[in-house]
């Protein structure tokens, strides 16, 4: 097992088998947490538990303490392995389902026929009603026998708990009613007085009750883990098989055996297996399965390409940059995996109640049965208004409440190219009020382009532009790539090149000196620069271009202005945030009319330029003193400070390693709509779990009480319950849908 310096080994991620309800889950994470030095967090909605060991722990020990908690676990396994397991108790849980329903059928009908038709019973009856009822019992409600039996061997309860006993006791009134010939009143469906003369026996509540409840929970389960299927679908955008470009020609090899700087061959139609570089051919990628992008990208030679698109056109040959774990889809999947480990307040809160809920509930029940004894009522009276207690009071629906709004908020982010790293984020989101946007590589791409070219005294800009570009050429700066790329590549060559570092480049071009630079270059190489260009240089810086000066043989010939490109959609992307009601804000290192220019272009609230890198973070900090709850939009390393300081901080994935790192929201797609889908979603999210938490305290709160008085049937108590556990997943899952 690996380890770092500080002694705590790579968290360990277990499958936890066994649990039935939240209250499963707590009773699991409360054992792990004993362990010295252990930290974990189980999710019973991904039936997952993260543990972080000590150094002196291993994942054995771990699996160990699950099992002597009562329950099963083993390290995580491999995608295939997983399906199939939850394949099977799938199956295991419809097979039940299905005999319970074939015999919960015609046991009703025939305890409702002769309860209300006296005439037409028989001899043994009774007995016939108990065998249909016994596989029902035995078999389909076997589940949560054991569980309530494994409970009780660790001295703790769960719903299964309350489940069982309900089971249990309904049925063993009704054997000792048909054996030792009771004389107490029969009971039918509980609804009304029972008609004069029916001895109905009580077996509709167990066969009822069991039928309701697998029902309910092998539709919560299928429900589970099509939230869950959102995070695995990543995963399954990765290819099994690879094809590699050697000195021997194209041979096949698995995915794992790829190494970086290994040649890959992607035809028309397959899907690139890493993140790498286009070494040759051309060809359009769909993007969308990644970065949420609809509009394919052209790529060609020296381009970057990213793992999991597929190549629409022609057959393409990639050099692969990163490879395995290290790819930007195993990174995605990763950080989706793990941010469905974490909890939110509201959930550690909704745990504590689980974890206590149970044996209240199981007071609360002998209170009630003793109450209604203690009035002067009937057994059967306080029998049944006990039994409903304990079906009732099941907290399923609180404890999926917020891990399954949590997947599948952010699988559907995932799809969307917007990555949530926790609940953290979502609960930061709902409160933000101010946007603070970086703009290199934020707002624009990171890439200049030439927006004006000029000649001054009767020089033809095309000209211009010609002397510089055969300059420029020679030069790896971002202004010169620009300026040589509009050039074009029919250029003169350039001799005696010489780069000046934070000014400018200069050549000898057929023969001519040409310099390429800013006003002070010209000073320092004795260039006089004339009133005209001064002004249109000043021009320029409002408009957010940067302004180059051209001079040949010792005169300014014209100017070259350049421009970071602003990213797709900025404007819209701006006055989206602007519609959910948030200030934005440019953040900026440019001068003051440079940043206004582009803040005017995009429509921002509020500018704050020439700041120095290392006085990001405290910008962020005093907008937040201001009373501000400040989201950070950035990239690039000097962002990171920043970002850590934000309530919400949320960075483009094509920016810096450090930067993604410190951001609660990763940005996959190269599009600034991302921003407000991001926060959309995370409000979406939250509302939904509110509402979650919501319908499951008031379900319980306003359930229960009916249920001590007597006025909530037992079968209707199990349906409601089944029932309110499936709503609460039903309307988690309403969040893979894109908002009107």
């Known amino acids: 097992m690996t380890t770092v310096d500080s002694g705590v080994a790579a968290p ?7 649990m039935t309800c939240a209250a499963c889950a707590a009773r699991v994470e409360r054992k792990l947490n004993r362990l010295d030095g252990v930290h974990a967090t189980v999710n019973y909605a991904t039936e997952r538990a993260s543990v972080q060991l000590p150094a002196t722990l291993t994942a054995e020990d771990a699996v160990a303490t699950v099992r002597a908690a009562g329950y099963d676990a083993r390290v995580h396994q491999a995608a295939a392995d997983d399906a199939t397991e939850h394949a099977a108790t799938a199956r295991d849980l419809r097979r039940r389902l299905v005999v319970a329903a074939l015999l919960a059928f015609p046991l009703g009908n025939l305890s409702i026929t002769l309860a209300l038709v006296p005439n037409l019973r028989f001899p043994g009856w009774e007995l016939l009603c108990v065998l249909l009822a016994t596989p029902i019992v035995a078999y389909s409600a076997l589940p949560f026998h054991r569980a309530a039996l494994r409970n009780l061997r660790h001295g703790a309860s769960s719903m299964d708990t309350l489940v069982s006993i309900g089971v249990l006791a309904s049925f063993g009134w009704a054997v000792w009613a048909v054996f030792a010939g009771s004389a107490e009143p029969g009971y039918w469906l509980g609804i009304g007085a029972t008609p004069a003369g029916a001895d109905a026996i009580y077996l509709d509540v167990a066969a009822g009750v069991t039928t309701f409840l697998l029902a309910g929970r092998y539709f919560e389960y299928r429900s589970r883990r099509s939230a869950a299927g959102l995070l695995s679908a990543l995963a399954g955008l990765s290819t099994k098989d690879v094809t590699l470009l050697g000195d021997a020609g194209e041979h096949t090899v698995p995915s794992a055996e790829v190494r970086v700087g290994d040649l890959v061959v ?14 040759t051919g051309e060809s359009t990628i769909d993007v969308s399965a990644v970065t949420g992008e609809g509009v394919p990208v052209d790529v060609g030679p020296g381009d970057q390409v990213i793992g999991a698109s597929v190549n629409c056109l022609g057959r393409i040959v990639v050099r692969a940059t990163r490879v395995g774990a290290h790819t930007q889809l195993a990174q ?12 939110a307040n509201v959930q550690r809160i909704a745990d504590r109640i689980c974890a206590v ?3 209240a509930i199981l007071v609360l029940a002998t209170l009630t049965l003793a109450g209604w004894l203690v009035t002067g009522h009937e057994l059967r009276d306080g029998f049944t208004a006990a039994i409903a207690v304990l079906i009732i009071a099941c907290p399923c629906a609180l404890g999926l409440a917020t891990p399954t709004a949590l997947m599948v908020g952010v699988g559907r982010g995932a799809q969307q190219g917007i990555l949530i790293k926790g609940p953290e984020a979502l609960e930061a989101a709902r409160t933000v009020d101010t946007v603070v946007l970086d703009k290199t590589g934020t707002l624009t791409t990171g890439r200049m382009e030439l927006v004006d070219s000029t000649g001054f005294d009767a020089v033809a800009s095309a000209d211009v532009l010609r002397w510089a570009g055969a300059v420029e050429t020679a030069s790896e700066h971002p202004i010169a790539a620009a300026i040589a790329k509009a050039a074009g590549a029919e250029l003169p060559s350039v001799h005696q090149f010489r780069a000046l570092v934070g000014a400018g480049a200069t050549g000898v071009v057929e023969e001519r000196t040409v310099l390429v630079g800013n006003p002070e270059l010209m000073a320092n190489e004795g260039v006089a620069v004339p009133e005209r260009a001064l002004d249109w240089l000043a021009e320029t810086a409002r408009t957010g271009a940067t302004g180059v000066l051209v001079a040949r043989d010792g005169v300014v010939i014209g100017g070259l202005a350049v421009r970071d490109t602003l990213r797709q959609a900025a404007v819209e992307a701006v006055a989206r945030l602007h519609r959910l009601g948030l200030r934005t804000v440019l953040l900026s290192g440019d001068n003051m009319v440079t940043a206004h220019a ?10 704050l330029a020439e700041v120095q890198p290392v006085d990001k973070a405290q910008t962020v900090e005093r907008l937040r003193a201001e009373g501000r709850r400040v989201a950070m939009v950035g990239d690039g390393i000097n962002d990171a400070p920043a970002l850590a300081g934000a309530d919400l901080s949320m960075a483009m994935a094509l920016g810096s390693d450090i930067a993604v790192q410190a951001a609660d929201v990763v940005i996959v797609r190269e599009e600034l709509h991302a921003v407000p889908d991001a926060i959309m979603l995370a409000n979406r999210t939250w509302r939904t779990i509110r509402g979650n938490l919501a319908w499951a305290f008031g379900y319980n709160v306003a359930a229960i009480p009916l249920a001590v008085f007597g006025l909530l049937n037992p079968l209707i108590a199990g349906a409601a319950m089944s029932l309110s556990s499936m709503l609460v997943v039903a309307n988690s899952l309403r969040l893979r849908k894109s908002p009107n």
């Open 12 to 18: 360990v991620e277990l499958e936890v088998s066994g």
């Open 266 to 279: 992607v035809r028309p139609g397959g899907r690139i297996p890493v993140d790498g570089e286009v070494v």
């Open 332 to 343: 995605m999947s990763a950080m989706a995996e793990r941010a469905t480990q974490r909890k």
């Open 357 to 359: 809920f149970v044996p």
């Open 598 to 607: 582009v803040a005017e272009q995009l429509g921002i609230d509020e500018v």
